[in-house]
């Protein structure tokens, strides 16, 4: 029997994007899968019904009772897992730390649930890693939209109406999602500087042709890691930052800690010394937020300065960003689908690091300990 994979259209609000485009649809059916998917699943992206040649339409329902595999963006419902088969397997985004009783559901259920959040940054596993690509997403967008909030322009611009300077552009946080917003900035023709705390982004920073804010404070302690700041030197790190805050006309910060709230990097008084017509994109804002002036999904003006604090970026670049996760999802499921029929290797650290139930139990410990413990 062939293995069917099913793809639901996404229904969370404002969730554009589609678990599986047509490119990867015909790679699973050359596999030997078969692909059912939701009429309308891909539209939202601008991937049409009618591009989904290798792909069999069906009701969520029949999807769902038929799936071997479910791949999905968001998590799926305690409906759709109540409607899966024992034993069918589930991949997407899962959110688990904000969802114990869906985490309880599918293991009361006998799903077999893989978190992309969870799998291994890994050099093998950098073509699975969906936290890379949808914050390159998120990164470059929170760009366009610090260019569209300004009343500025991005690049020097000679004109016979005289010279206009660049925008000046502060990213904190050289990730995954600050790196690519230093190069879109960039592109646009920003000054651009960064910081992040972690010293080996200095030279990637550089490489992209920003400037790295140096604090004079090295966080670097034995053996590589970073060691606790005294408070001598958290407040003369705050210092330079909050200089360099108050001389950018736009700040997009993309700082996290994983597992943890965002780290609060923007103080009220900060953002005080800004300009009036600056603006903060915090992409952290879903986290808590690196500004204490952010509010999630929402534009707050304080004093003249625009503080945007944006929710799900990657869904409003719905086509790249479907095809990125869909290319992830795929590279993922692969291996298990080698032989025709889905055979999971759980000596593979990748699966071995991913998975979240199975067997109906929960495999994951630190979701484990704080589903048993009761603390979402
Ligand atoms: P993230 O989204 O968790 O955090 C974004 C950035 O915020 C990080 O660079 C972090 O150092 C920074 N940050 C945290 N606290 C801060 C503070 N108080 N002030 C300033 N900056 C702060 O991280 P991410 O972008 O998902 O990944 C971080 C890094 O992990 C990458 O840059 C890369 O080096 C590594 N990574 C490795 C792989 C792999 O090997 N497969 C894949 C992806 C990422």
């Avoid at 293995?3 to 699973?28: D, H, Q, T, Y």
């Avoid at 893989?114 to 291994?120: G, I, R, S, Y």
């Avoid at 006309?249 to 103080?267: C, F, L, M, N």
């Avoid at 029929?341 to 199975?358: N, S």
Wanted: hydrophobic letters at 50%; one cysteine or more; a neutral charge.
């Amino acid at each position: 029997m062939p293995v069917v994979v099913g793809v639901l259209k996404e229904s969370a609000a404002n969730e554009n994007r589609v678990a599986i485009v047509p490119e990867i649809a015909a790679k699973l059916k050359a596999l030997g899968a078969v692909v059912m998917i939701e009429r309308g699943a891909g539209t939202a992206a601008n991937f049409p019904d009618g591009g989904y040649k290798d792909a069999e339409f069906a009701s969520s329902s029949e999807i769902l009772a038929r799936a071997d595999v479910l791949l999905k963006v968001q998590p799926p419902s305690s409906l759709e897992v109540d409607a899966l088969k024992r034993g069918a397997v589930v991949i997407g985004f899962m959110q688990a730390y904000a969802r114990p009783e869906l985490v309880r559901a599918l293991a009361a259920h006998g799903v077999t649930s893989f978190a992309m959040e969870l799998v291994p940054r890994i050099s093998r596993a950098q073509s699975m890693d969906a936290l890379s690509s949808q914050a390159a997403v998120a990164g470059y967008k929170a760009v366009l939209l610090a260019a569209n909030a300004l009343e500025k322009f991005m690049p020097m611009l000679t004109t016979a109406a005289g010279t206009i300077r660049p925008a000046t552009v502060l990213v904190i946080g050289a990730g995954v999602a600050g790196l690519q917003a230093i190069a879109t900035a960039r592109r646009l023709g920003a000054v651009v500087e960064a910081y992040d705390v972690r010293s080996a982004t200095r030279d990637q920073v550089k490489s992209l042709g920003a400037k790295f804010v140096e604090t004079g404070v090295s966080a670097e302690g034995a053996g590589g890691y970073a060691r606790e700041l005294t408070d001598e030197e958290k407040a003369r790190q705050q210092e330079v930052l909050d200089a360099r805050i108050a001389a950018s006309d736009a700040v997009i910060s993309t700082a996290s800690v994983p597992g943890r709230a965002a780290p609060r990097i923007i103080g009220q008084a900060a953002v005080e010394r800004m300009r009036p017509g600056s603006v903060i994109i915090d992409i952290a804002a879903e986290q808590g937020g690196n500004c204490a002036l952010t509010r999630a999904g929402e534009t707050v003006v304080h004093g003249g300065v625009k503080i945007v604090g944006p929710v799900n970026l990657p869904a409003t670049l719905a086509f790249n960003a479907s095809e990125m996760y869909s290319r992830n999802l795929f590279n993922l499921l692969k291996p298990a689908l080698a032989k025709g029929e889905l055979a999971i290797d759980w000596q593979d650290e990748v699966f071995a690091g991913a998975v979240l139930t199975h067997d109906g139990q929960i495999k994951h410990e630190a979701t484990r300990k704080a589903v048993e413990g009761g603390s979402p």
